[in-house]
């Protein structure tokens, strides 16, 4: 972004933007890179394993036990959280006036508000009696449903990200 004649938008916007933190991510050879590269590989862990936990309650690999499952990749998905907001806050600083105003950030922000309050209500209800489902076997109806829509939800946040860059 060309900030020759400098950044507008609100004013807390532009103070994030000019910061000495947003003009060394933008002026550094590799600290941007660096901070994409570390948000890519949250995402791919935040978003591998809720996708993969998330076919499961869809009803694939019944023989896997869906309480294992989770005990193994909630860890990983909380690795994966804990890389992606920190990196992405970093991200946001660094172009916060033009990504206040992109359509696709926008999107990207209101998909993982639903992705995460399908989470909360997930463990909040079925998900709280999982050691009922059993060893194997299909999940509840509204476990699938949750699956699916978490899915959904989750590949929605990474193609509205990727499109930040042409919008």
């Known amino acids: 972004m060309d900030h020759s004649l400098g950044p507008t938008g609100p004013g807390w916007l532009v103070a994030l933007e000019t910061s000495g933190l947003g003009d060394m991510l933008r002026q550094s050879l590799w600290l941007y890179p660096l901070v994409e590269v570390l948000h890519i590989l949250g995402l791919a862990l935040l978003v591998g394993s809720i996708a993969a936990f998330d076919l499961r309650l869809m009803g694939l690999h019944t023989r896997?036990?869906?309480?294992?499952?989770?005990?193994?990749?909630?860890p990983v998905a909380v690795v994966g959280f804990v890389m992606v907001v920190p990196t992405g806050i970093l991200l946001f600083i660094s172009e916060a006036t033009a990504l206040?105003?992109?359509?696709?950030?926008?999107?990207?922000?209101?998909?993982?508000?639903?992705?995460?309050?399908?989470?909360?209500?997930?463990?909040?209800g079925t998900g709280r009696r999982i050691f009922d489902w059993g060893g194997g076997g299909r999940p509840p109806p509204a476990a699938r449903v949750a699956g699916a829509v978490s899915l959904l939800l989750w590949v929605g946040v990474l193609a509205s990200g990727r499109l930040i860059a042409y919008l």
């Not at 896997?64 to 909630?74: Q, T």
């Not at 696709?104 to 508000?113: I, P, Q, R, S």
Request: glycine share 6%.
């Open 64 to 74: 896997l036990p869906a309480e294992a499952l989770s005990r193994l990749l909630l």
């Open 100 to 124: 206040a105003r992109n359509p696709a950030f926008l999107v990207k922000m209101g998909l993982m508000v639903l992705a995460l309050g399908n989470i909360a209500l997930f463990h909040r």
